[in-house]
């Protein structure tokens, strides 16, 4: 390497980045840092007017995360992440990124980086910020869905997945059965609410979805079909179909 890495520290810290600005000041012939963003959309701009080579860039920040920042930019520097959360760091470097830094950063981690820089040779390295977002993203924990909303006249209601008994389609709409016997039609297909119901409900025929937590008791039908009565009110009795019993038998250790 003839000349440093023009190099810019994106992190929400300041501690942080006058930690990597410490130690990037030992190895003045690897990299020279130019300039420092506390978000990520400060970065955008000043990374976009300066074009450097090199940017240690945190991933977690309040306004933008560093893979969404990336995805961001027209001019594509090496990155460093730097990280507190060292499972999000491990996947990024196994994605192909220069390398990756756990916070607090270790110095004898940050010599490492360094050798890398100088092995670094500029065409073998193509990174695929798309890819990287889109891992991050399916890392993040899912927000946990408690209820289904219902259009009722000019209101939205939301029915709680504990309230909700077994859901029919019927003629193009599908409607949901509740404990007290209260009845909501949903705009969604069955299907599409399969899709959205938690690990509780299954499909036991192509018209019903039930809770089987809501399930009173099973009998026995012909053609291996099986009678579930439901606890509901009305003691709902729902008759199984052929192609899912299988998956019923599975599901209700049958």
């Keep these: 390497m003839n000349t440093p890495l023009r190099t810019i520290i994106v992190d929400d810290e300041r501690p942080a980045r006058l930690m990597i600005s410490r130690l990037a000041g030992n190895y003045p012939d690897i990299i020279e840092v130019i300039g420092e963003a506390s978000n990520g959309t400060d970065a955008i701009e000043i990374i976009e007017h300066l074009k450097p080579q090199l940017i240690f860039l945190d991933i977690q920040m309040p306004d933008l995360n560093g893979f969404d920042m990336l995805t961001r930019l027209r001019h594509k520097p090496l990155v ?26 270790e110095d004898s981690r940050f010599i490492k980086s360094m050798e ?55 003629l193009g709409y599908v409607t949901l059965y509740t404990d007290n016997g209260t009845e909501y039609l949903s705009e969604l297909s069955l299907t599409e609410l399969e899709e959205k119901l938690p690990g509780n409900f299954i499909r036991v025929q192509k018209s019903f979805i039930i809770n089987k937590d809501k399930i009173r008791e099973i009998s026995k039908h012909f053609n291996n079909r099986l009678i579930i009565t439901m606890t509901d009110k009305k003691q709902s009795r729902i008759t199984t179909g052929t192609t899912y019993i299988q998956q019923i038998r599975a599901e209700l250790d049958l």
């Design 80 to 105: 460093i992440f730097t990280t507190a959360f060292e499972e999000y760091a491990i996947r990024a470097f196994q994605e192909n990124t220069l390398d990756y830094l756990v916070k607090p950063i």
């Design 116 to 170: 890398k820089l100088r092995r670094w040779n500029h065409s073998n390295m193509q990174v695929d910020f798309l890819k990287l977002k889109e891992i991050f993203d399916q890392m993040q924990p899912k927000k946990e869905v408690t209820a289904l909303p219902v259009k009722v006249k000019d209101k939205i209601l939301l029915v709680r997945f504990s309230e909700l008994v077994y859901l029919e389609s019927q």
